[in-house]
């Protein structure tokens, strides 16, 4: 099956920097690749996705990339708020199987 | 438009008591979700219906078992409830697994 990796389980920014999380997915063929965020206490629920063919995209502070030949994508979060701090699940999904592979997960804290 | 539910939102069940978790969407989403999600860790998936009728193991099914009543509907049951199985337990679901899962507000278990 596919194995998706994620990094940094947890970082620490200050209000108005940016963070960035990575992950990385071995099955060549995953073409869906969703972010979520999660509340304490709360569901997670979808932020931004992105599918293969696309390398780039944007929603307002929130960006995510995918790199198909190294297959990795990441989280891009600028100016970042209190609010922002949550934590952040990347997940990755294909044709070959029916259901999504998770990333463990990175806790982010904005410190104001 | 509901969405997904769950009942109950919190549990206590001692060590061989059993329970059934419910899970409804109304969505018309064909794929359907049993997750785990332990403190401060990730969600791992125990069972998933990729289409009303069939039913696959997920990263940690043992001694679970679920129903896909109909399209609506996906249950999860304790047969005998161990300690190991206290977590929070998320219901999800998505037109496919090519498109955005959405989340219930999780039922808390706790077995003593």
């Known amino acids: 099956g596919e194995n998706v990796e994620q990094h940094p389980s947890t970082l620490s920014v200050q209000e108005g920097d940016s963070a960035v999380i990575k992950c990385t997915y071995s099955?060549?063929?995953?073409?869906?690749f969703p972010w979520y965020k999660q509340e304490l206490g709360k569901r997670p629920q979808l932020i931004i996705d992105?599918?293969?063919?696309?390398g780039e995209k944007k929603d307002q502070r929130i960006a995510v990339t995918l790199n198909k030949t190294a297959k990795h994508f990441s989280l891009h979060i600028t100016e970042t708020q209190p609010e922002d701090s949550a934590v952040y699940f990347c997940?990755?999904?294909?044709?070959?199987?029916?259901?999504?592979?998770f990333g463990s997960g990175t806790k982010l804290n904005v410190k104001p | 438009n509901a969405g997904v539910t769950q009942t109950p939102k919190f549990q206590v069940l001692r060590t061989g008591q059993s329970m059934t978790l419910q899970c409804a969407q109304d969505?018309?989403?064909?794929?359907m979700y049993w997750y785990r999600q332990d403190p401060g860790m990730g969600l791992r998936l125990i069972y998933y219906?990729?289409?009303?009728?069939?039913?696959d193991k997920g990263e940690v099914p043992n001694g679970y078992n679920v129903s896909r009543l109909n399209k609506r509907e996906f249950s999860l049951r304790l047969e005998s409830a161990a300690p190991s199985q206290t977590s929070v337990y998320f219901c999800?679901?998505?037109?496919?697994?090519?498109?955005?899962?959405?989340f219930g507000p999780g039922t808390r278990l706790t077995v003593t």
């Open positions: 999800a679901s998505s037109a496919s697994h090519l498109y955005e899962q959405y």
């Open positions: 099955d060549s063929a995953s073409n869906y």
């Open positions: 992105i599918r293969s063919n696309v």
């Open positions: 997940a990755a999904s294909s044709f070959n199987f029916n259901k999504f592979y």
């Open positions: 969505m018309n989403h064909n794929s």
């Open positions: 219906s990729a289409s009303e009728g069939t039913t």
